[in-house]
């Protein structure tokens, strides 16, 4: 598992709590509307569920839905697990939907045998699947999450974005997943990548984020919409006007 448990708490009324897991070091998030005791998990990845199972213990939450920001492996791996522990669904977007149960048609057949490795019995999907497509918000857990489709690095991401009416210094969370990174982007050389989505992304539905959203990314730090749009070298013109080629870092 990976290490660094990062210290929970409230950010403007909801619980936050994140770890890093499995040997990617994807960021596993748990969120919890204020004065409520259930929760969502966001990425359950490699290795996450003994994590989740025991802040969830910890802090005595009720878990209510895993929601995936894509289909990748190191995002989604313990789904299974974590919904079948506690009988919840898990949402993702339908073009991701078949890498819950065949992770190698999203890294290419070179992790093949690495993946087999790491999982000689194979995947499962969660009994209980839902969908993003069609809606333009979820509620779920007393939050209510503005859903983006932003396809480029696979072709089911989807940012996540948590509002708060009025507030500061922070007025949204978005959980980027594999989208935008604090100073990077997703790689989009692996099956279900595309260079122009992800350009379209963006300079679309990315950098119309407000400059006081909070970032929350599936891999690093987090950091704010303000920082990115100010440093991030794949938010400049410069990039976004460039030939295709394979871009990001993770």
């Given at each position: 598992?990976?290490a660094?448990?990062r210290?929970?708490?409230?950010?403007?009324g909801?619980?936050v709590?994140?770890f890093?897991?499995?040997?990617?070091?994807?960021n596993?998030?748990?969120?919890?509307?204020?004065?409520?005791?259930?929760?969502?998990?966001?990425?359950?990845?490699?290795?996450?569920?003994?994590?989740?199972?025991?802040?969830?213990?910890?802090?005595?939450?009720?878990?209510?839905?895993v929601?995936?920001?894509?289909?990748?492996?190191?995002?989604?791996?313990?789904?299974?697990?974590?919904?079948?522990?506690?009988?919840?669904?898990?949402?993702?977007?339908?073009?991701?939907?078949?890498?819950?149960?065949?992770?190698?048609?999203?890294?290419?057949?070179?992790?093949?045998?690495?993946?087999?490795?790491?999982?000689?019995?194979?995947?499962?999907?969660?009994?209980?699947?839902?969908?993003?497509?069609?809606?333009?918000?979820?509620?779920?857990?007393?939050?209510?999450?503005?859903?983006?489709?932003a396809?480029?690095?696979?072709?089911?991401c989807?940012?996540?974005?948590?509002?708060?009416?009025?507030?500061?210094?922070?007025?949204?969370?978005?959980l980027?997943?594999?989208?935008?990174?604090?100073?990077?982007?997703?790689?989009?050389?692996?099956?279900?990548?595309?260079?122009?989505?992800?350009?379209?992304?963006?300079?679309?539905?990315?950098?119309?984020?407000?400059?006081?959203?909070?970032?929350?990314?599936?891999?690093?730090?987090?950091?704010?919409?303000?920082?990115?749009?100010?440093?991030n070298p794949?938010?400049?013109?410069?990039?976004?006007?460039?030939?295709?080629?394979?871009?990001?870092?993770r």
């Amino acid at each position: 598992m990976g290490a660094g448990r990062r210290p929970s708490g409230r950010l403007l009324g909801v619980f936050v709590a994140s770890f890093v897991t499995g040997p990617w070091q994807a960021n596993c998030y748990l969120l919890a509307a204020d004065g409520s005791d259930d929760v969502v998990i966001v990425d359950p990845g490699m290795d996450a569920a003994p994590t989740v199972f025991a802040a969830v213990a910890e802090h005595g939450l009720k878990p209510v839905a895993v929601l995936a920001t894509h289909g990748h492996l190191d995002h989604v791996a313990d789904a299974v697990k974590v919904c079948a522990e506690y009988g919840i669904p898990c949402w993702i977007h339908s073009a991701d939907r078949h890498l819950l149960a065949d992770p190698i048609a999203g890294l290419g057949s070179d992790s093949a045998e690495l993946v087999h490795q790491l999982y000689p019995d194979g995947f499962t999907q969660p009994d209980e699947v839902r969908l993003y497509d069609g809606l333009d918000t979820l509620s779920v857990a007393g939050m209510e999450f503005t859903l983006v489709h932003a396809p480029g690095h696979t072709q089911g991401c989807v940012l996540l974005m948590l509002a708060y009416p009025g507030g500061k210094p922070v007025s949204h969370l978005v959980l980027s997943g594999d989208v935008l990174f604090a100073g990077s982007i997703g790689r989009t050389d692996l099956p279900g990548g595309d260079i122009q989505q992800m350009r379209q992304t963006l300079a679309g539905p990315v950098l119309a984020l407000p400059d006081s959203a909070g970032i929350l990314p599936g891999h690093g730090q987090q950091t704010s919409m303000a920082a990115e749009r100010a440093n991030n070298p794949y938010l400049s013109q410069a990039f976004l006007g460039r030939p295709a080629a394979a871009a990001g870092e993770r």
